[in-house]
């Protein structure tokens, strides 16, 4: 197991690791169909769509956890 205080890294790993993968998925389907290579074009997005958003999410995280601060009654 991962030690706790590695939690946001492994939060964003995750969450970029997921959502670059359905979001390249679901855009390499629109722009080019669901052609022979689909596997190859979506992979290959895939990859250059984690290595962009891992670190967007670590960069954003914390300014969106300040929005849901302000926007969300607290308890």
């Not at 964003?12 to 596997?39: E, W």
């Not at 290959?44 to 009654?73: E, I, S, T, Y």
């Amino acid at each position: 197991m991962i030690a706790h205080k590695y939690q946001p890294i492994v939060f964003a790993f995750f969450m970029a690791l997921l959502m670059s993968c359905l979001m390249s998925l679901v855009i390499s389907l629109f722009n080019v169909g669901l052609v022979d290579n689909i596997i190859q074009i979506w992979l290959h997005a895939w990859l250059f769509a984690f290595v962009v958003a891992f670190p967007a999410v670590m960069l954003v995280a914390p300014l969106v956890r300040r929005l849901v601060a302000r926007v969300v009654k607290p308890q």
